[in-house]
């Protein structure tokens, strides 16, 4: 396994691992091809239910807040 972790920003996450974000699909295609652990990294009170998506949009491994690490 390379010793590489990808950080993922986003406005919120869910609780699937799925993100919310500035809609340009960027992270989307780095995920599709990550071969390393996939962390997506928000606030806490950004942590939702659910979150809609598209049939394209990558869920990240783990959503990790300053309360809680979900592992997906």
Do not use: N, S
Request: overall charge negative; charged content about 20%; glycine content about 8%.
């Amino acid at each position: 396994m390379p010793d590489t972790l990808v950080i993922v920003p986003a406005l919120a996450f869910d609780r699937k691992g799925f993100r919310l974000g500035y809609g340009g699909g960027y992270y989307d295609r780095l995920l599709a091809h990550a071969a390393c652990p996939v962390v997506g990294l928000v606030f806490h009170e950004l942590l939702v239910e659910e979150i809609p998506r598209e049939p394209w949009d990558m869920p990240v491994q783990a959503v990790c807040t300053e309360e809680v690490l979900l592992c997906i």
